[in-house]
């Protein structure tokens, strides 16, 4: 049987592919763009862009499951114009393929940012309800509205699943992500303050992991919030410092103060040509982000998401053996994230 994955390229597409191809699966990658991170793998690759329903028949034709990660990600409204066509029309295309080739099952790729916000002292689960606020971030926006472009092919007879992972980490990591930068940034010394808030990390074997046992086991419709643990930037930072050596910044930043500040210095970095890392999206993410549960995901696909030192120490440590970060470990020495075991 053959699986095929869009946003192959991704960071968790990239393990993704990884990970099924070591586990014994055929499979195919859609690739819009960019094949580097895919180099190497012996995959069959082949020429496909979601927002283009007919380039996607023939490369559903004899698929059983499509694992759809394709989607546009920005920290910014910079980018509302192209995250329509992409992750709600392109989903609602990938649903029609999928329909019109006979695939078997779709394992849809959300974001715990599909979901309304909730009080700080509440927790999120599979239960809380999509977003529905139109002036919310336009990416929670888009994904909620992917979520229901899923649920209406379940209506039209679609074997289909939602998975919902939290901020990820991890391995494989090539653009490199907008977390993956930040801990760039902190191993390097270059990050000068430190946002006081945090969020809830998982690393994202975790959720490929979770993701390949839900694409087996669970039943039409699930949805599940793929998370890990919630932790702060200072608590990140020591970690870094931890095992690269380097000094964790000394200014911490109040919410009030970097809630004022994020659109000058996003316009500041959109001068000098950086991409924003530091925006009002960002910021109110931080603010308003509560505890997560992952309780269904484990008591229904067994997982159990790995601590998040191991896994700072293997982003780090990935990110030096591909030659970006220079920096020579302390304490035990990490193991190897490009065995494809881990």
Known sequence: MTVLVTGATGHIGSNLVRLLKYRGERVRALVHLNRQPLDKLGIDTVAGDVCRLESLYQAFEGIHTVYHLAACLSLTTSKRQQMVPVNINGTRNVIDACLKTGVHRLVHFSSIH?????????????????????????????????????RKGIDRGLNAIII???????????????????????????????????????????????????????????????????????EIADIVSKFSGVSTPSFFCPLWLAEFGAPFVTLYDRIRQRR???????????????????????????????????????????????????????????????????
């Not at 309304?116 to 919310?136: K, Q, T, W």
């Not at 945090?198 to 419709?221: I, L, N």
Request: with cysteine; aromatic share 10%.
């Open 276 to 342: 924003p890392l530091y925006t009002s999206f960002a910021v109110k993410t931080i603010k308003t982000s509560p505890r997560v549960s992952h309780e269904k995901a484990t008591r229904e696909l067994g997982y159990h998401p790995r601590p998040l030192e191991e896994s700072i120490r293997d982003t780090l440590e990935w990110f030096r053996e591909i030659g970006i970060l220079n920096y020579l470990p302390t304490g035990t020495s990490p193991v190897r994230v490009t065995d494809p075991k881990i």
């Open 164 to 234: 919902r992972p939290t901020a990820v980490l991890g391995p494989y990591d090539f653009q490199p992500s907008f977390f993956g930068e930040v801990l760039l940034l902190l191993a390097k010394g270059r990050l000068p303050g430190l946002v006081q808030g945090g969020f809830d990390w998982v690393d994202v074997r975790d959720v490929v992991d979770g993701a390949v046992s839900a694409a087996r086991t669970a039943p039409v419709g699930s949805s599940f919030l793929l998370a890990g643990r919630w932790s702060s930037f200072s």
């Open 114 to 150: 599909a979901l309304a916000p909730v009080n700080h002292d509440e927790i999120i689960n599979e239960s809380c309800r999509l977003m529905e606020i139109p002036d919310r971030p336009p990416y929670g926006m888009s994904k909620a509205l992917g979520e229901i472009e899923v």
